[in-house]
């Protein structure tokens, strides 16, 4: 069973409007959980992580997620979308109960950002 | 900053016959892992190195080998290819093998595609 589950397959937001990416967990234990982008035809960009510390997590590109331990989940947040922030987002967990010392990948939920 | 290479970008094969993607980790990273991404799938983990020693192993195939050389580098070899191994193939590294709970970080490479027809 994966660690992590990503509900949404699609989201579609306006350009200029807050964004969220949605992710919950299911690790035992201390879950360290990451999000990764991947635009169309390129590798996976590393965004943020979540090892320990504040829940609110900062990353590239003006992201930023919330860890929260009551509902287990990581949401991935912008308070303003691009255009250019169109593409294929996977939330991943580690650590030793979520994956081993691998990645393991949600499904992946594929952002259209329109004007 | 330097990143990960991976050569060749497209590859495109026939029906059992072999095929091996290169990996250049970044400079430094001593642990490298292959993923498998299928068409509209997320990417399945296949086989990681630390120090040139298998350090984790997923859903690679009897088919795939792999391994981590004196410089670093790494090579995932496959053979007798099907079809259903057409697929975009990431290598990623990290400095030391615990980057998943550890304040390191595993960055991707930009993937080869393997056609396989």
């Avoid at chain 2, 983990?45 to 004196?70: C, H, N, T, V």
């Amino acid at each position: 069973a994966q660690s992590v589950a990503q509900p949404e397959d699609q989201v579609n937001v306006a350009e200029g409007n807050p964004l969220t990416v949605k992710c919950t967990y299911s690790v035992s234990g201390n879950p360290y959980l990451f999000w990764y982008v991947q635009y169309p035809n390129r590798g996976l960009q590393f965004l943020l992580k979540y090892i320990t510390g504040d829940n609110l997590v900062k990353g590239s590109y003006g992201f930023e997620a919330e860890f929260n331990k009551s509902q287990t989940s990581f949401h991935l947040k912008k308070p303003s979308a691009l255009v250019s922030d169109s593409a294929l987002y996977f939330c991943a967990s580690g650590g030793l109960t979520g994956g081993g010392n691998k990645l393991t990948f949600g499904t992946g939920t594929q952002l259209k950002v329109e004007l | 900053a330097a990143g990960v290479i991976q050569s060749p970008r497209h590859l495109i094969k026939e029906k059992r016959e072999t095929a091996t993607l290169k990996c250049y980790p970044i400079p430094r990273h001593d642990t490298v892992y292959w993923y498998q991404q299928g068409p509209g799938q997320d990417p399945q983990f296949l086989i990681s190195f630390y120090e040139k020693m298998q350090s984790d192993k997923g859903s690679i195939p009897d088919r795939f080998s792999a391994q981590q050389f004196s410089d670093y580098h790494s090579e995932l070899n496959m053979s007798s290819l099907e079809l259903g191994d057409s697929a975009l193939y990431f290598c990623a590294s990290s400095l030391n093998w615990d980057a998943t709970f550890s304040g390191n970080t595993i960055y991707f490479g930009e993937g080869s595609w393997l056609t396989v027809v």
